[in-house]
């Protein structure tokens, strides 16, 4: 099993988000194989980071590799790997993943099985190949559970994950 070099983040987040589908992320104990993915810039309307750096998104604008974790709906923490340079303001949201051999869809029920709270944003990602390649034709949708910028085709998925995931999996 390799470790992924920080240049694989320091990529746009829509180049890094389909590379990211069947690579490893350790998280604390946990063992996760990404299966779905999206990708956030900051000329994008939906993203964090489109009005500019605040107290709570600044991490999508530090460096590359890192982990950025927000809540939503006041209750649901998410997951999201910063990509781009340092300033970009650019991540890629980990919307599911197997996780220690068990399959979770959605970002909050993601984060709940890797025990993943505000704590952990800001610190580094530790990520990994271990030879599973991503896919060559990866499914390509429109983002979910977002008002913005919904048309645009920023969400990839494994072609093996079954129809499209509503947007109750938060």
Same mark, same amino acid.
Not at 13 to 29: C, F, Q, Y
Not at 64 to 72: I, L
Not at 117 to 122: A, C, H, K, N, Y
């Given at each position: 099993?390799?470790?992924?070099?920080?240049?694989?983040?320091?990529? =746009?987040?829509?180049?890094?988000?389909?590379?990211?589908?069947?690579?490893?992320?350790?998280?604390?104990?946990?063992?996760?194989?990404?299966?779905?993915?999206?990708?956030?810039?900051?000329?994008?309307?939906?993203?964090?980071?489109?009005?500019?750096?605040? &107290?709570?998104?600044?991490?999508?604008?530090?460096?590359?590799?890192?982990?950025?974790?927000?809540?939503?709906?006041?209750?649901?923490?998410?997951?999201? @790997?910063?990509?781009?340079? #340092?300033?970009?303001?650019?991540?890629?949201?980990?919307?599911?993943?197997?996780?220690?051999?068990?399959?979770?869809?959605?970002?909050?029920?993601?984060?709940? &099985?890797?025990?993943?709270?505000?704590?952990?944003?800001?610190?580094?990602?530790?990520?990994? =190949? =271990?030879?599973? &390649? #991503?896919?060559?034709?990866? @499914?390509?949708?429109?983002?979910?559970?977002?008002?913005?910028?919904?048309? @645009?085709?920023?969400?990839?998925?494994?072609?093996?994950?079954?129809?499209?995931?509503?947007?109750?999996?938060?």
């Amino acid at each position: 099993m390799l470790q992924l070099p920080p240049t694989f983040a320091e990529r =746009d987040a829509t180049v890094v988000a389909p590379e990211l589908l069947n690579k490893l992320m350790v998280v604390g104990r946990h063992v996760a194989r990404v299966t779905e993915v999206e990708a956030y810039t900051a000329d994008d309307e939906a993203s964090h980071s489109f009005r500019g750096r605040t &107290a709570r998104n600044a991490p999508m604008f530090g460096p590359a590799g890192h982990w950025y974790v927000y809540v939503v709906y006041g209750m649901h923490h998410c997951i999201n @790997l910063v990509t781009g340079a #340092p300033g970009d303001g650019q991540a890629v949201l980990i919307r599911s993943a197997v996780v220690d051999g068990t399959p979770v869809n959605g970002p909050g029920r993601l984060t709940r &099985a890797l025990a993943v709270d505000l704590e952990w944003s800001g610190r580094a990602a530790e990520l990994f =190949d =271990d030879g599973t &390649a #991503p896919p060559s034709t990866p @499914l390509v949708t429109p983002r979910i559970g977002i008002t913005k910028a919904v048309d @645009l085709p920023r969400r990839w998925l494994l072609p093996s994950q079954s129809g499209e995931r509503s947007q109750r999996n938060q």
